[in-house]
């Protein structure tokens, strides 16, 4: 059992996070588990928790955590009447389908792999966020058919494997398409719901090793961790969704993706270098 005065400093982390991830969810619609992921991945570490299964753990209880958030987020934007509900029940079985392919692809690959995989696809993230440009285009309107159909699938798939909702791509992509942000920021937290739901009961379900799962966890879903992150983030979500209303958030976006770089190329450097 870890000491006592590590326990405290642990869940200081974890409460701070908590807070921040949740302003994240509402204001730039990046979701918070995009910060949460590594943080979980050096507190489990700390505290003595590893092995091949230390990537499972993080991304499986970002994911609950993000069930919260986006739950709470969604309904604070809607009370905006910002929520495009056409846009997510259209793309919800292919969301749906695409997050369960990642939550089986997540219970099957190695902790570094992952790492890999969350690395590459943050940097790819930052790199958008800090480069992009609002007259970027593919369509004038959400796409159809046999494109919906793919891009949603891929969505769930991508938003698992880094244990996120779907701000990151969700937004992304309904600007790409032409929505505005604000419409966009809200509509993907409501991806998160649907991202989150069939990925955490699959992870709940997960078998761990138990001499590398923390107590307090239910399959890959660790409850304390979980209880620390959602009791600020029911807080701040609230907060973060009136600040995407009433603040400019291109400044923030792109000073949060230089950190988001920093942070994809600090976990490929444990990968590769050590």
Known sequence: MPETSLLIQMAAILLVTGAFAGVLAGLLGVGGGIILVPVFFYVFQTLGYGGDGLMQMCLATSLATILVTSLRSVMSHNKRAAVEWSVLRTWAPGIVIGAVAGMLTVSSLRTDTLQVIFGLLALAVGLYMALGR????????????????????????????????GGAFGVTLMSLYGMKVHRAVATAAGFGVLIAVPAVAGFMLLPVDPAQQPPFSLGAVNLVVFALIISMTLLTAPLGARLAHALDPKPLKRVFAVFLIVVALNMLRKVWIG
Do not use: K
Request: net charge positive; glycine share 18%; proline share 6%.
């Open 134 to 165: 609002d007259g970027w285009r593919l369509g004038a309107a959400m796409p159809t058919g046999f494109a919906r159909a793919a891009f949603s699938p891929l969505v769930g798939f991508l938003s698992v494997l880094m244990g996120i909702g």
